[in-house]
């Protein structure tokens, strides 16, 4: 599968409440998706909703002035709409993202190392924020790290 996201970051935000009863598993059961796990599109958006809050105001990030001028081409209910999708579909849920690749996306943004730190870093405060339990925060991050090679501009 393709894992593409759109906005500075990849992002991934998921997540929401999710119940101990939510994720328990019979024994000898195959584990649940990763999008169930994550409480479905309902706990994907409320996570990309604050990530992408998060993001937008970031005074480092919006140092890039090619970050910036990107906010005002793809503000930030569209991002959000994308950033679910996206995550939706690359967690295993029935969605299907159709946005740009990811390098298309982010080719123009000049995104730096310490930048998608930063991206990084506040990901894993929505994930904090609405208590995704570790497991499944490493499986979103190995998800996220996928893209960095197309978003991140390298430094020859």
């Known amino acids: 599968m393709n894992f593409r996201v759109i906005g500075v970051s990849v992002v991934i935000g998921l997540g929401a409440s999710l119940s101990p009863p939510a994720l328990a ?5 195959p584990k649940p998706a990763l999008y169930d796990r994550l409480g479905g599109l309902k706990g994907i958006s409320v996570v990309v909703d604050d ?3 998060r993001l937008v105001s970031n005074k480092t990030l919006n140092k890039n002035p090619a970050i910036n001028a990107g906010r ?3 503000p930030a209910p569209y ?5 679910a999708q996206l995550m939706c579909e690359a967690t295993g849920g029935p969605c299907k993202y159709t946005g740009k690749d990811m390098k ?3 080719a123009h943004l000049n995104i730096s190392e310490k930048e998608w730190d ?12 609405f208590k995704v339990p ?8 190995e998800i996220v790290g996928k893209t960095k090679a197309d978003i991140v501009v390298s430094k020859s």
Request: no cysteine; net charge positive; charged share 25%.
């Open 72 to 74: 005002k081409a793809s």
């Open 104 to 106: 298309s996306a982010h």
């Open 25 to 29: 598993q019979q024994p000898g059961s």
């Open 51 to 53: 990530f992408i809050d």
């Open 134 to 141: 570790a497991a499944e925060q490493n499986e979103l991050f």
């Open 79 to 83: 991002l959000k709409v994308q950033v």
């Open 118 to 129: 930063v991206m990084a870093a506040e990901f894993k405060k929505s994930l904090h924020k």
